[in-house]
């Protein structure tokens, strides 16, 4: 834990973690809230709902790129400040006009799709801050406390709602959003930043949006294991949101005689469990980035083999630990392996890209999970989704050792 309390001594680090702390915590109460809001707007229609949770990715597949894109050409601090400014106005403005008694579901909507939109430009801005503001020797530990902090978020928040609903009403409870994004805001304002100054090689990519993503996708089509990490989580991600989110309560009720109240157990052991791996990852002195994220890979792959060929209690919690486990080690080893080799400059395009192909994947898979529902039963979807991430893992451990292999004889030949 020495590498912990090292890093809690730096000022800047600690107020990017404690904005990034309250800034999460913010939205993850309006994510919650928002669903009950939209249920209570239009009679519980599932319809309305599921295009409400959409507007939390789909804006993200259009302006993600653009975003990051503009992340590497803008001052980060202040697109951070200025997007979760704006977010806290609009969490505000939701208990102002349903207290105007003009608050309805299309204004709702509105509102939702606004506050992702400055997420696409602050948060490719938080991740490629982190390497201008520490050394390269201190990401790891750095990435790993800062998904711990996430981790914990959605594990306190949904956990507390009962509590706070004794000290606010469900619509103030966007109140109390507002209030945890402000004070994020506040801590950002703190960071002592100045931009980088690239080399003059690195300021060779053009300016305009269209080339910013146009060099990023050249720049990934260029290194084929980066591309391979960022596809792959993208995969796996389409393989299991609709799994997880609607295949798995559907498979415990119907098969295991189970209600939501087990769904939400199994939920917070899997955040659970994620926080500590994260946290014992960060601090492990034997780290090999590529080599733990196919190993992530392969225990969440194994997870959800495990769920669809072995359909009792005990064993979905044994595989639950194993999708914790492995999300954590793959989320963490993949931040790391960008910010240390993509170029500063090209950082906030990679993670837009990296993000818009994952918040894609998540909207495919929640529409697409119903009718594959239809022709096949959940446990073969389970075994078969298992099966497929599972591969990835095992891919990228061929990928990496052939790559590992080319490199040395591309050596070897130079000196020969």
């Known amino acids: 834990m020495k590498l912990y309390k090292e890093l809690l001594t730096n000022k800047n680090f600690l107020l990017i973690t404690a904005g990034r702390l309250f800034k999460r915590s913010a939205l993850t109460l309006f994510t919650l809230e928002l669903i009950w809001l939209t249920m209570e707007l239009t009679s519980n229609s599932p319809l309305y709902l599921s295009i409400m949770t959409m507007a939390e990715t789909l804006p993200f597949i259009i302006f993600g790129l653009y975003g990051g894109a503009k992340a590497d050409k803008w001052n980060k601090k202040k697109v951070m400040v200025i997007g979760n400014s704006c977010s806290a106005l609009l969490l505000l403005s939701i208990p102002c006009l349903n207290a105007v008694n003009l608050l309805n579901y299309y204004t709702l909507l509105m509102i939702a799709i606004a506050i992702t939109i400055f997420s696409c430009f602050s948060e490719p801005c938080y991740r490629a801050i982190l390497p201008e503001l520490l050394s390269k ?44 994004m402000a004070t994020a805001v506040a801590f950002q304002l703190m960071v002592e930043y100045r931009p980088f100054n690239h080399s003059a090689e690195e300021t060779q990519i053009k300016s305009t949006t269209f080339h910013g993503i146009k060099d990023s996708l050249s720049f990934l089509k260029g290194h084929p294991e980066i591309t391979f990490i960022i596809a792959g989580q993208g995969l796996s991600i389409l393989i299991n949101t609709g799994l997880w989110r609607v295949g798995l309560p559907i498979y415990l009720e119907g098969y295991l005689n189970e209600n939501i109240t087990t769904f939400g157990y199994i939920t917070g052991m899997m955040g659970v469990t ?39 209690m005990p064993i979905i919690y044994i595989a639950t630990i194993l999708i914790g486990v492995g999300q954590a080690s793959e989320g963490l080893s993949r931040v790391v392996i960008l910010q240390e080799k993509v170029p500063a400059n090209m950082l906030g395009k990679v993670f837009s890209t990296s993000s818009s192909i994952n918040y894609t994947s998540d909207t495919i898979s929640l529409g697409a999970v119903s009718s594959l529902l239809g022709l096949f039963t959940i446990a073969t979807l389970f075994s078969g989704g298992g099966t497929l991430i599972l591969m990835i893992g095992l891919l990228g451990a061929v990928f990496g050792r052939v790559h590992k292999n080319g490199r040395r004889h591309l050596q070897t030949k130079k000196s020969g």
């Open 137 to 180: 020797t201190k990401l790891k530990e750095a990435n790993a406390l800062l998904d711990s902090v996430q981790r914990g978020v959605t594990i306190f928040v949904p956990a507390s709602i009962g509590l706070l609903l004794k000290f606010f009403s469900e619509i103030h409870l966007f109140s109390l959003a507002f209030l945890l």
């Open 274 to 312: 994620s926080f500590i791996t994260s946290l014992a990852l960060g601090i492990s002195k034997k780290y090999n980035p590529r080599v733990v994220f196919n190993v992530g890979m392969g225990l969440w792959g194994l997870g959800l083999l495990m769920i669809g060929t072995l359909p009792t």
